[in-house]
Nanobody, 120 residues
């Protein structure tokens, strides 16, 4: 599976960004997928996850407390793309953001990520 994240950038506090994740060799309609982030000197953390409901619709999302109410995870199965809409960004959201499946143990293969920098 090849994962390509995009959409990061430099934004002022309070601003918004939308990240995209393209996965070749897999589909977001199967398994639980998530957005992770890693700030300098910190461990990678899962910030949002989505489980597709498949053809019957539905599904579920979960968020870390630190981003709840500000971030929204979604997928477009027709485009095989996952998104992370980030609003009301804070300097502490500064990190490299990655997409990947959500499982234990955590995946060993990752994309390059996309840098998000929030200035105060």
């Amino acid at each position: 599976v090849q994962l390509v994240e995009s959409g990061g950038g430099l934004v002022q506090a309070g601003g918004s960004l939308r990240l995209s994740c393209a996965a070749s060799g897999s589909t977001f309609s199967v398994n639980t997928w998530g957005w992770y982030r890693q700030a300098p000197g910190k461990q990678r953390e899962l910030v949002a996850a989505i489980t597709s409901g498949g053809t019957s619709g539905g599904g579920s999302t979960n968020y870390a407390e630190s981003v709840k109410g500000r971030f929204t995870i979604s997928t477009d199965n027709a485009k095989n793309t996952m998104y992370l809409q980030m609003n009301s960004l804070k300097p502490e959201d500064t990190a490299v953001y990655y997409c990947n499946v959500v499982r234990i143990p955590i995946p060993s293969s990752w994309g390059r990520g996309t840098q998000v920098t929030v200035s105060s």
